[in-house]
């Protein structure tokens, strides 16, 4: 009906106009409402000016209409030759899916899995932090350990897992450092696992967890351990490891054999306390633990007479801490510990040892941890600048995560704190 | 399942909470008798090896369990009656023994409070005034009987 009545060139230029001025439609909003004039235009022989095209528009271009587009930000690429330099803090690379996958059978990425499923490919944003460890990391070639241990602390959601992440990716791009990550601090004290007592070391065993720990050591850093031989092997080892030649067999042994994976480990660390040397070059060893928290609490494990039993006494947990307090060192390496939140625990002890707290002399404190930690060097995980949260914005924006305009950037800012995890919610919730 | 001292155990249940299953252990005494063992807290039934059962069953084979205990507790319930102390005459006469009102409530013992005490509410039987006359009657010439063996 309308269109018939449109069908005189007088009647329907004048519709036409009158429905431009009650409509009042923008150029984007017309296309986007993607009115059609088919017939009349047709018979008339009225080519359609450019104002009248029929397209279907995308919701992005109707949602950032009149908001300039945001420079396309360039995501590099993590690769052998990834730029760690404190030139590129503020700077989005994104992890190749080997390197995650690396990540993954460690295990250094199960709670950053859900944000990184946002993303085509997950990509990270190198910070201060970032630079400082990998100087660190740079520096510890000549040195043992024993000066280069740190505590990574800060908020909660600050990024000191992410941290971690970063300097175990900066291991896998070097050929000679060998990485061992401890991500499962929980389950080494949540009593879900079996634990025996061990009469020769008076100490606690959990055979089960120490073969998980093993496997993904072999499998990262496979190629490295085939290269590492055996020396200097103790009296007191087992018969089965006395003619083991190198660490990539010995692992081997602890995964098949749950039995055997104590006494594997125990001779694993005592060997990479020596000097290795590959391709004439010294291994480097950065030994990483991820909630080192849980470590400062009793444990939910019992011993027979119904006590808990303190996470000192168990043997993965006291060879770990005494890498970090110094009484054990690798001969090049760095050790690495970062804080946590999850799960939320109480760490009184830890606190007063990371001096987050003024002394208390009334307060019921683990000497055992603040003796571990009493020399152990602490880095901040600051939150984001300003600058850093909008290199992280444009990121998401180029990804399609966060659906407002860039010049929000500083809105999410200040809603979040400056809060990485918190940023990070605040960009990309949808209310 | 796993039977153990009469009692079966279903496979799925982690030990400490299936141990609860016995007359006589108790939530505190599941986790004392696992913590004694060295099972941590998601050993399930079906894990156990036979190493472990044997140790759990020599555990359990030194406590007092099950109708042991009941008989025990029969034996204590019969003694208070014999010497005709308070506690043996509330027993007697269904009424709450630890000083409990009577004036309103008192359900509980009034259904269970027996010479010979029984477990359970859900146990339907002759009225209370019925069966603890025929109790009465016949409690000293079964006390008489057991003693002459």
Known sequence: MFLSCIESSIFRTTIQSTLKQCLCVSHAKRKFMSVRMIASDAKAGVTPSSQRESEPIAASNLLHHNTPKPTPLKIGAYDAKHDWSSTKNGCVFSIPKSAYEKLDTMGSITTQKKPFSFFDKPALLQRNITSTIVDILQRRTEFNSRDARYIIDGEPGSGRSVALIQAQLYAFQQPNILLLAVNNCDFWTNSTSAYEFEENSQQWIQPNLTASFLKPILEVNGNLLKKMALSNIPSDTPSALQNVSHLHDLLSIGVKNTTAAPAVLKLFFQQLQQLHLVDNAPVQILLTVDNLSIFTVPTRYKDPENKPIHPFNFQFINMIMEFLSGKRYFEHGTVLAATSSRPQVSTPSLNQALGKKAPNPYANLDDRVLQTLKEVNVLQSEPYSLEEARALMTYFVEANVCLESLDKHQQNYVLSGGNPRQFFHVCTSLT | ?149
């Open chain 2, 1 to 149: 399942m796993v039977f153990l001292l009469g009692v079966s155990l279903p496979d799925h249940k982690p030990v400490k909470y299936a141990l609860t299953s016995f007359y006589g252990i108790g939530r505190i005494t599941a986790e004392a008798i696992c913590a004694r063992l060295s099972f941590h807290d998601t050993l399930k039934i079906q894990d156990l090896t036979e190493t472990q059962l044997t140790r759990l069953s020599q555990i359990l084979n030194g406590m007092t369990l099950e109708s042991d205990l009941k008989r025990d507790v029969q034996k204590n319930i019969a003694r208070y009656v014999q010497i005709r102390s308070y506690k043996g005459l509330r027993h007697s006469a269904g009424l709450p023994v630890h000083g409990q009102r009577t004036r309103t409530n008192a359900k509980t013992a009034k259904k269970l409070n027996r010479i010979t005490r029984r477990y359970s509410t859900f146990i339907t039987c002759a009225p209370r005034s019925a069966a603890m006359l025929l109790e009465r009657i016949t409690f000293p010439f079964l006390s008489i009987l057991k003693k002459t063996g």
